[in-house]
Nanobody
């Protein structure tokens, strides 16, 4: 089992930045695919960014088109953490953001473990 706890959400003005953190416990996550998802009110949960495990396809990263060039996913294997750096935030980025872990090294849905989410609100 992997437990995930997100933090770093909050209220920010459009054009601002936030850094979300995902702390993992229970098992190491360096070889697992990790992802960030978000769910806005009245909308389905959507994929935001993913990072493969260190031994899976070179640990490559993936992004939704809507965040490409603005968001960066990264991991700190020593700390068992995953991050989502969000820049140039827009009101449409407002959502609850979830961290997710895959059983394998692939950062592709479906994911197996989920955090409780952290709220990000971007004001215009």
């Amino acid at each position: 089992q992997v437990q995930l706890v997100e933090s770093g959400g909050g209220l920010v003005q459009a054009g601002g930045s936030l850094r979300l953190s995902c702390a993992a416990s229970g098992r190491t996550i360096n070889t697992r695919g990790m992802g960030w998802f978000r769910q806005a009110p009245g909308k389905d949960r959507e994929f935001v960014a993913g990072i493969n495990g260190i031994n899976w396809n070179g640990g490559s990263t993936y992004y939704a088109d809507s965040v490409k060039g603005r968001f960066t996913i990264s991991r700190d294997n020593a700390k068992n953490m995953v991050y989502l750096e969000m820049n140039s935030l827009k009101p449409e980025d407002t959502a609850v953001y979830y961290c997710a872990a895959h059983w394998t090294g692939a950062a592709t849905p479906p994911f197996d473990y989920w955090g409780q989410g952290t709220q990000v609100t971007v004001s215009s």
